[in-house]
């Protein structure tokens, strides 16, 4: 899907999702840093962003800390290995939440609950109308809905993309829908 610049409002902030937007994502979940992989373009994408004066936050569950199949230290060195990618591309990342609680435990950050996108629209100071939430997932999507923040699907996860993008038309008939990172901040920036 094209969209001129003209059609999209250049955001005060961007809310991206980690696997499949970032980086690859796995069924299996990134359990090492060594798994941890950029998609091509993801970081200079990031980086582009941050020269636009745009915040960009990250915005993630990471259920495998729940449900013990990856303890603290690995998981700080993986978000250590990424942060350190995208600062060495020349992208800032302006907040992170993440919520590391299993499916079942009722919290109210876990998307699709939109706990960690309001976190992220505090922190980076700006409101809902304001950003823009970048995911690969229906969750994500209803994350943002719930937020009232606008939605952008990428279709680099690892899910049916096709599927993801009808069921989200349901309750968000107008989202946009790009390949990657890339696609979308194109869209954003106005240099598609």
């Known amino acids: 899907m094209t969209i001129s610049a003209a059609e999209m409002e250049r955001p005060s902030a961007v809310l991206l999702d980690r696997d499949g937007v970032i980086n690859f994502d796995s069924p299996d979940y990134i359990l090492t840093p060594e798994q941890w992989l950029p998609i091509p373009g993801s970081l200079q ?21 729940g449900r013990g199949t990856i303890n603290q230290d690995s998981f700080n060195a993986i978000y250590a290995k990424m942060m350190l990618a995208i600062e060495q591309a020349g992208g800032f990342i302006s907040h992170v939440a993440y919520c590391p609680h299993a499916p079942d435990a009722g919290c109210i950050c876990r998307k699709p609950k939109p706990g960690m996108v309001e976190d992220s629209l505090a922190a980076c100071g700006v409101t809902a109308d304001a950003a823009v939430m970048i995911g690969d997932s229906v969750r994500d999507m209803q994350a943002a809905d719930a937020a009232g923040v606008n939605g952008i699907l990428v279709q680099s996860g690892y899910g049916d993309a096709e599927s993801i993008m009808q069921t989200t038309r349901q309750f968000m008939p107008s989202v946009r829908a790009f390949d990657d990172l890339a696609a979308a901040v194109d869209a954003i920036l106005g240099t598609s």
Do not use: E, H, Y
């Open 45 to 65: 994408s990031i980086a582009r962003l941050t020269s636009a004066g745009i915040a960009v936050s990250i915005v993630s569950n990471q259920s495998a800390l």
